[in-house]
Each structure stands twice: as structure tokens, then as C-alpha cells.
């Protein structure tokens, strides 16, 4: 079994990423002793770091990246994958709302796939982020031809060589796009595997934020415009 790298992005997740941090070693140590569990602290305003801090204490596989400013959500994978060391990648969240045990249903795809993309089989969000997931991903799959029915799953394992080959630039939501689209565009394979989905029971969401997800889709017409233009 090649090494994982499991990336975590936290912005004050104080209530939630210890729990998230002790449920990734668990996964991932089920199948491989190679492996490392990175939390990109997103300039938190909370005890986000402390609470790393502290298990680093007892594992040493968990290491911290801390942004002293909030750089966004496709700011703090960037910092995760570039201090990522492992064959594989592995993202998942820092707000519990996926089960990092369920890597299980992803590691038999690597067989003949560079990216395994998980989808929600049933969502737990607000009436209102599934209205807007709804869209973008419909809005994406017609912008770039399929690439997932869930394209901002944040449950994703996928093979190092792909960051390699594709450039992230988007500092926000719209960096997932970028990920399967740019992997699609250079001949990739991504295949797709069902996974849980939990509601948030502590901590507070900024994804529906309206100016979030506007910012959002202005980064995607602007990334499809580019990809038109090369």
C-alpha cells in the first residue's frame, strides 16, 4: 500500500478537529503504517492550533500548517498538498460531517484511477447550500462536460502525480472545479464512490455565504474562459 497523506483544512474548528484529527489517524492507520495527517489552520481565531498542538504531543505523524490570515478555502488545500509527502492524497474536512474510516470504499478504485471523487449519497446540509450545491454542479458539468455528481465533495483520494500535472490557483470554492476539471483536461482518470454525510452538530458553515458563492462562480466563468482561450 503506497504512504497517504490525509489533508485536513480547518478555520476555527476548535469544537471539531480534534475528534477529526483522531478519526483520520485511525483510517488511515487501518491500512498502511506510511502516513501522515496535515491541518491547514486557516487563520483561526479560536484554539484550532492548540487543539493540534496538543495531539501532535502523541502522534508525530500529525503535523500543522497555520496561515496567520485567512487565505480561503482553496488557499488552505494549496498549503496542504504542497506539504504533503505521500504517494497518495487523501482530503476530507475538519467539521465531522464525513466518516474518514469510509477511505475504505475509495482505495479499491486506485486500482485502475488517478482520482477518486466521493459524492454525498444523501446530503445533510441547509435547504439553501443544496439549492446552491444543485446549481454549481449542474453549471460545471455543462461547462466542462462530466466530471462529478458532486464536484465539492470534500472526500477525495488521488494519486500525487496529478498535482504534478495541474495548476491551482482559485483561493476559494472553486478550487474542486479546478482539481477534476485540470485533471479531465490532461487525461486523468477519475472515478466516483458513494460515502455518508453527516450534519454539522458543532461550529458554524461559511460555504452559503452569498458572497462566498458568488465569488465563486465568477472564478468559474473566468477559469472556463481561460481553458477556452488555451
Same mark, same amino acid.
Given at each position: ?14 469544537? %471539531? ?9 485511525? =483510517?488511515?492507520?487501518?491500512? $498502511? ?30 503535523? *500543522?500548517?497555520?496561515?496567520?490570515? %485567512? ?15 505521500? @504517494?497518495?492524497?487523501?482530503? $476530507?474536512?475538519? @467539521? %465531522? ?15 485502475? =484511477?488517478?482520482?477518486? =471523487? ?38 477525495? *483520494? ?8 495541474? $495548476? ?11 482539481? *477534476? ?24 458553515? $461559511?460555504? =452559503? ?22
Amino acid at each position: 500500500m503506497p504512504g497517504i497523506s490525509v489533508v485536513l483544512p480547518a478555520y476555527n474548528e476548535e469544537a %471539531n478537529v480534534g475528534q477529526a484529527v483522531r478519526r483520520a489517524i485511525q =483510517a488511515v492507520a487501518a491500512h $498502511t503504517s506510511d502516513y501522515e495527517v496535515i491541518i491547514v489552520d486557516d487563520g483561526s481565531r479560536d484554539r484550532t492550533s492548540e487543539v493540534v498542538q496538543e495531539i501532535m504531543e502523541e502522534h508525530p505523524q500529525v503535523r *500543522l500548517v497555520r496561515h496567520e490570515v %485567512n487565505r480561503g478555502y482553496g488557499g488552505a488545500l494549496r498549503s496542504g498538498f504542497k506539504a504533503a509527502s505521500k @504517494d497518495l492524497i487523501f482530503l $476530507t474536512a475538519s @467539521d %465531522n460531517q464525513y466518516d474518514p474510516s469510509e477511505i475504505g470504499r475509495l482505495l479499491p478504485f486506485m486500482e485502475d =484511477a488517478d482520482i477518486v =471523487a466521493g459524492f454525498r449519497a444523501h446530503r445533510r446540509d441547509p435547504f439553501l447550500r443544496r439549492v446552491y450545491a444543485w446549481a454549481w454542479n449542474a453549471l460545471v458539468n455543462l461547462l466542462f462536460g462530466y466530471l462529478s455528481r458532486d464536484v465539492d465533495c470534500a472526500f477525495k *483520494l488521488f494519486r500525487r502525480e496529478v498535482l504534478e500535472e495541474v $495548476t491551482l490557483t482559485s483561493p476559494g470554492a472553486m478550487v474542486d472545479t479546478q482539481l *477534476l476539471a485540470g485533471a479531465k483536461l490532461k487525461g486523468f482518470r477519475i472515478r466516483e464512490a458513494a460515502v455518508s454525510h453527516f450534519p454539522r452538530e458543532a461550529g458554524h458553515q $461559511t460555504g =452559503a455565504d452569498p458572497r462566498v458563492v458568488l465569488q465563486a462562480f465568477r472564478d468559474l466563468i473566468r477559469y472556463w474562459w481561460e481553458l477556452g482561450r488555451r
